[in-house]
Nanobody, 117 residues
């Protein structure tokens, strides 16, 4: 599985950004797709994931971020609204595959999101 991420950038507090992540390769085995982020000096944390139509969000982004999935394009989108400075981080796309008893995680390149005035 290969993941191509796009989006990110610099935005003022209260602004919006959209991240995209397109999957290719053995997409039939993808069970879950989503986004994680890592801020400087902090551990990587889950932002939002979609597991076969069931979406989970970190408490810190609920009501502000929306994860959507376009199965025809094998792409997930993370719409980020009402951005706060604490959302500043490197965001990474993740895909988890399950093949029998084998579980594997794939990562796209990270994209920087900076929220600052």
């Amino acid at each position: 599985v290969q993941l191509q991420a796009s989006g990110g950038g610099l935005v003022q507090p209260g602004g919006s950004l959209r991240l995209s992540c397109a999957a290719s390769g053995s997409i039939f085995s993808i069970n879950r797709m989503g986004w994680y982020r890592q801020a400087p000096g902090k551990q990587r944390e889950l932002v939002a994931t979609d597991t076969r139509g069931s979406t989970d969000y970190a408490d810190s982004v609920k009501g502000r971020f929306t994860l959507s999935r376009d199965n025809a394009k094998n792409t997930v989108y993370l719409q980020m609204n009402s951005l706060k400075p604490e959302d500043t981080a490197v965001y990474s796309c993740n895909a988890r595959t399950i093949d029998g008893t084998r579980i594997a995680d794939y990562w796209g390149h990270g994209t920087q999101v900076t929220v600052s005035s």
